[in-house]
């Protein structure tokens, strides 16, 4: 399981975007998001790099926890 802290994720359409960015990198990837504590748990068979990459290019920074 990652963990990443994305700051600017803010509201649900934030949530779709990182799921839909995660899942371009891994379809059967398992996104849980809390808005409240501005992070996202994974679980993917994908790596940490691949995944933060994934979300940056997508427009959501995020540090691994």
Same mark, same amino acid.
């Given at each position: 399981?990652?963990?990443?802290?994305?700051?600017?994720? $803010?509201?649900?359409?934030?949530? !779709? &975007?990182?799921?839909?960015?995660?899942?371009?990198? +891994? *379809?059967?990837?398992?996104?849980?998001?809390?808005?409240?504590?501005?992070?996202? $748990?994974?679980?993917?068979?994908? !790596? &940490?790099d691949k995944i933060a990459k994934a979300l940056? +290019? *997508?427009?959501?920074?995020?540090?691994?926890?």
């Amino acid at each position: 399981m990652l963990k990443f802290s994305v700051p600017d994720m $803010s509201c649900g359409h934030c949530v !779709g &975007a990182i799921t839909k960015a995660v899942k371009e990198i +891994d *379809a059967t990837a398992k996104v849980d998001a809390d808005l409240d504590r501005q992070t996202v $748990s994974i679980e993917t068979l994908a !790596g &940490a790099d691949k995944i933060a990459k994934a979300l940056d +290019d *997508a427009g959501y920074p995020a540090t691994i926890q």
